[in-house]
């Protein structure tokens, strides 16, 4: 398997702009898994859904932050309109199973708006 | 909540030497996992261990689950084992993250 796919792996910005983050989990995988992580605050987790469904959507920061998972092998992070402060690394994860499943990593996409 | 707590916060280490990490949490937890995160800022899965010993080449851990604390082995330490090592375990259903390990090893 590819493993966890992200896309882009780099994006650039400026504020203001919409920003659409990209993932396909591991085939088979039905948890899935946004992150961001900052030097600041570390790894956190945005949303989490099982089998298409968000599950927790707690970590969202505001309403500028939509995710959607329109099948099991691809899901979205959109920002809208994006900020300076959203600079960061953003992950995606999947597991087979739900949490309590060894979770694999993708590669993040670097995230910088000026 | 439970917390969890990874220690030493740094590591700095000559190339070839061995090294233990360690990871303690508060309560309970179905399950424990270690990730390193290399200078590239990829997160590998090293191991998923809520109890007992595994071992890969050479890293292995051991989970002491009535205990509540696990440790990571490193032996022979090489340059690319260097990055930041973290601890997970699950609480609910959520993943709650240790502060990391910041590990460099001097070639």
């Known amino acids: 398997d590819a493993g966890v796919i992200q896309s882009p792996r780099h994006e650039v910005t400026e504020m203001g702009q919409e920003v659409t983050l990209r993932c396909k989990p591991i085939?088979?995988?039905?948890?899935l898994f946004w992150y961001r992580q900052t030097m600041m605050r570390g790894l956190e987790l945005l949303i989490y859904?099982?089998?298409?469904?968000?599950?927790?959507d707690s970590g969202m920061p505001e309403d500028r932050f939509s995710a959607k998972m329109p099948n099991a092998s691809f899901s979205t992070l959109k920002i809208q309109p994006s900020e300076p402060r959203d600079s960061a690394v953003y992950f995606c994860?999947?597991?087979?199973?739900?949490?309590?499943?060894?979770?694999?990593f993708g590669s993040g996409t670097q995230l910088s708006v000026l | 909540g439970i917390q969890v707590e990874q220690s030493p916060p740094d590591l700095i280490l000559q190339e070839g030497a061995n090294s233990t990490l360690r990871c303690n949490f508060s309560?309970?937890?179905?399950?424990l996992q270690w990730f390193h995160q290399n200078p590239w800022g990829q997160l590998i899965n090293l191991f998923y261990?809520?109890?007992?010993?595994k071992q890969n080449g050479r890293l292995s851990a051991t989970t002491v689950a009535t205990e509540r604390y696990s440790l990571l082995y490193i032996s022979s330490s090489q340059t690319t084992d260097s990055g930041v090592y973290f601890c997970?375990?699950?609480?609910?259903?959520?993943?709650?993250w240790g502060a990391g390990t910041k590990l460099i090893i001097k070639p």
């Open positions: 994860a999947s597991s087979f199973g739900t949490t309590n499943e060894k979770l694999f």
């Open positions: 309560d309970s937890v179905n399950n």
């Open positions: 859904f099982n089998n298409n469904v968000p599950i927790d």
């Open positions: 085939s088979g995988h039905n948890s």
């Open positions: 997970a375990v699950v609480s609910n259903y959520q993943l709650i």
């Open positions: 261990i809520p109890s007992g010993t």
